[in-house]
């Protein structure tokens, strides 16, 4: 970050400054907006992809930074796994979906959740123990909590040669494999890992209608996966046309604009309405 000026004595580049000094403070406010109600979540419906049947909501994390408005994930999430408060975040927003997820079951509404887990937090010796505190303390099933592997999906060795999959799995929730195609994650990971799902990364989905290699890339996932016995969810459908060769290729679920937008709570209650009548 320091830069020598002209006169040769060090000095520090003004952006880069402020960039690092409102990570720092971002840093040290999390704990806080999350006591403070900042830190929320919205719910992006995913479909089933042949009977467009409502099959699960993807929770996804937002700050209202009362100064800087509207942060996003990909601004503070990182963050948070630098300095180590990755599990506090994860937590919270477990704790908010499960909620959730309890109010549609005294409805009578077996709707289920996913929730982004990043591949830092499978090294937190105590993971498994807060998920299935998380899951008693909300009364909810296993069955209805999908964790989605997060940030590279890269599951390091250590992540491998331990039991924290299983034992995740043990606790009957469904473990899938975010952003596939991407980063490290590798064909070989889906023979080893426990995992029970993979979602086509976007940025192949959203090339889908304008290019026949995406298209390619997307049925060769869909293949692969349907034939190593994992569903495949799609995400990033904004068109019909993307949405009719998704489902013509045999693709499992679909999540995009074209369904719905991430929703907050009391949007989403009614986007259910107007959807089941
Ligand atoms: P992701 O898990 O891949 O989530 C999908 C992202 O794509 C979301 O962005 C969503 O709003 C966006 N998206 C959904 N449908 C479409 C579409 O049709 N077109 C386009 N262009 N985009 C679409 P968002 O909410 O900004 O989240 C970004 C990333 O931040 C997530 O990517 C996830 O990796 C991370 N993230 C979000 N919430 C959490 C969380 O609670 N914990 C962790 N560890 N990571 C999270
Ligand atoms: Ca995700
Ligand atoms: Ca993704
Ligand atoms: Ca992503």
């Known amino acids: ?33 999350m006591a403070d109600g900042q830190i929320s979540v919205v719910f992006q419906p ?36 630098q300095i180590g408060r990755i599990g506090a975040v994860t937590d919270h927003v477990l704790d908010l979906a499960l909620a959730r997820c309890r109010r549609w079951l ?17 090294t937190e010796p ?57 980063g490290y994650s590798s064909l070989s990971q889906l023979r080893q890992l426990p995992i029970d799902e993979v979602k086509i990364d976007k940025s192949f989905v959203l090339g889908m209608s304008t290019s ?11 293949e692969l996966a349907h034939n190593l016995g994992l569903r495949v969810v799609a ?3 904004e068109d019909e046309l993307t949405r009719n060769l998704l489902a013509e290729m045999g693709c499992d679920k679909l999540q995009g604009f074209l369904v719905s937008r991430p929703l907050p709570d009391d949007r989403l209650e009614s986007w259910l309405l107007a959807r089941t009548g």
């Open 1 to 33: 970050l320091a830069a020598a000026d002209s006169g040769g004595v060090a000095s520090y580049h003004p952006v880069l400054d402020q960039q690092s000094l409102r990570r720092l403070q971002l840093g040290t406010e999390l704990e806080q907006a």
């Open 46 to 81: 995913i479909i089933d992809a042949q009977t467009s049947d409502i099959v699960s909501v993807e929770t996804l994390v937002r700050w209202a930074h009362p100064r800087y408005g509207a942060i996003a994930p990909d601004d503070f999430i990182h963050l948070a796994e």
């Open 106 to 122: 005294d409805q009578d509404i077996a709707l289920s959740v996913a929730v982004n887990l990043s591949v830092h937090c499978l």
């Open 126 to 182: 105590d993971l498994v123990t807060r998920v299935r505190r998380a899951l008693q303390r909300h009364r909810v099933p296993g069955e209805l909590l999908t964790l989605e592997l997060t940030e590279g999906s890269v599951v390091d060795d250590s992540v491998r040669d331990s039991t924290v999959l299983a034992d995740l799995h043990g606790l009957g929730l469904r473990l899938s494999m975010d952003d596939f195609g991407t």
């Open 212 to 222: 026949q290699g995406e298209s390619f890339i997307a049925r060769s996932i869909i």
């Open 235 to 237: 995400e990033g459908v």
